[in-house]
C-alpha cells in the first residue's frame, strides 16, 4: 500500500516542507529508511540521521530548527513521537484487517459467527459458540464448545480458547496462548498417588484485555478465573486456577500466579516474579522483577523487591549490605583472630 506525503500530512494535521506528492510504501527507524520509507525525528540526539537519512518523508516536531539542507520531504506536527505512534496504529490496522471464511475450517452449526468476522484455515469453532462482530479468528486456532467472544475480539494464529470460557470485547490473544486449560488440582490418596479435581469452571477475560504468546490461563476449580477490564499479560506467564487479576494491572514475561490469588488494579508485577497462593496483592502494589511474594499486601501503591518480598527501599539497604558480606565476612574473623589472640595472651600472664 502506498500513500503520497500530502494525505500523510492531513492525516496527522501536519505541514509539509518539500514535495507533497513523494509516495512511500512503508515505515522505518530514521537511521535504517531507504527511499520509499517514512520516518520520524522525536529526540534531538538522533538530529544527526536527519541530514543523510535516504527516508523519503520525515515527521518532525514544529519547533525543529534545521542546520543544514535535508533531502526528505518534512512533516511538521505538535508532537513527532504522538504523531508517528497515530500512524503505526493505522498500519497495523491495515496490515490485519482480514475478512472473510477461509477453508478448510471448521464452524459447527449451532455457533454464531458475527459480522465482518474472519475466520482462517483449519480453525475449530465449537457447539454453542457466541461470537460478536468484526471478530478476527486466525489459522488453527481453537474454539470450545459454549465460548463467549465479544466485539472485536482478535485470537492469533494457534491460540486454544475451552470449552465455557467468556471473553470480552476488544480481548486480543497471542499465538500459543490456553485460555480455560485445568487448574492444577489433585487430591492426594493414602498410598502417595493422586486422584484428579474435575475443573468445572470457566476463565472470564473483561474488556480489553491482552494476553501474549505462549501465556497459559487455568480455568477455576468451580467459579471462574477472572482477568479484569484493561489488564495486560505479557508472554510465558502462568495464572492459575481461581486467581482474579484486577482491572490495569501489567504484568511482565515468566511471572507465575498460584491459585485463588487476588491482584488488585493498577498493580504492576515485573518479570520473573513468583506469588503463592491464596493470599491478595492490593491496588497499585508494584513487585520487582524475580521477586518473590510469599504474603498478603494490604498497602496499597506500595513498592516491593526481593525474594521472599521485603519494601522497596529497605531491599535496597539490605542489597548494599549483601555486596559487601565478603569483605565483612574477611573482617569478622580478622577480629575473631585477634580476639584469640588476646585470650591466649591474658591466659598466659
Known sequence: MQFTAQEISLMLNGTIEGDPQVAISRLAKIEEATDGALSFLANPKYEQ???NTQASVVIVNNSLVLNEAVKPTLIRVENAYSAFSVLLEKYNTLKLNKSGIEQPCFIHETAHVGANAYVGAFAYIGAGVKM?????IYPNTYIGDNVT???NVTLFAGVK???DCVLGNNVTVHSGAVVGSDGFGFAPNADGSYNKIAQIGNVILEDDVEVGSNTTIDRATMGSTIVRKGAKLDNLIQIAHNVEIGANTVIAAQTGISGSTKV???ATI??????VGHISLAKGTQVQAQSGVNHTITEEGKKWWGSPIQPYHQFLRSYV???HLPALKKRIEELEKTIAELRDKQHVS
Not at 270 to 275: D, L
Open 49 to 51: 540521521h536527519l541530514y
Open 132 to 136: 460478536g462482530s468484526n471478530c478476527k
Open 149 to 151: 467472544l465479544g466485539d
Open 161 to 163: 480458547v475451552y470449552f
Open 264 to 266: 488488585g488494579e493498577q
Open 270 to 275: 515485573g518479570g520473573q516474579v513468583g506469588i
Open 321 to 323: 549490605v549483601f555486596t
